[in-house]
């Protein structure tokens, strides 16, 4: 009798594992664009590219059941004119909300230590409208 409840119970572990790995899903890779945006995302992380900044998504990225996410990486501004070859970025911790809905993802960055946020919504698989910095 003990050892069918123990494998009951490893049965709906496994279960409830199996339910909550098909729930997520990961984002398109390829292309996303918008206005001063554009993101690609790669089997297990993104890039972004804003008119003077840049960043990365770090890990696989994956929205629960409903198309939401929360992902963290990297943000750095850029700015004009030349750069120091010796020169370090300075890279800022940031946090990448939002959701995708078919081919439409909105997205919120908010930088570590400042309640500023900026969002952008861009489209599956069109080239973001970046004007870099000079």
């Known amino acids: ?61 994956i929205v629960d059941s409903d198309g939401n996410f929360k992902l963290h990486g990297t943000h750095h501004m850029e700015r004009g004119g030349p750069v120091r070859a010796d020169a370090e970025p300075r890279k800022i911790p940031a946090t990448y909300t939002g959701s995708v809905k078919g081919n439409t993802m909105t997205l919120t960055l908010k930088l570590a230590g400042s309640s500023d946020e900026d969002t952008f919504t861009l489209e599956r698989g069109k080239e973001g409208k970046v004007v870099k910095c000079r």
């Not at 899903?25 to 992380?45: E, M, P």
Request: proline share 2%; charged share 10%.
């Open 1 to 61: 009798m003990c050892c069918g409840k123990a494998t009951f119970v490893l049965f709906l572990g496994l279960l409830v594992m199996a339910m909550t790995v098909m729930k997520q899903q990961r984002i398109a890779t390829g292309v996303w664009g918008g206005q001063h945006i554009q993101i690609k995302v790669g089997a297990n992380s993104a890039t972004i590219e804003y008119d003077c900044a840049n960043g990365v998504i770090d890990g696989p990225l």
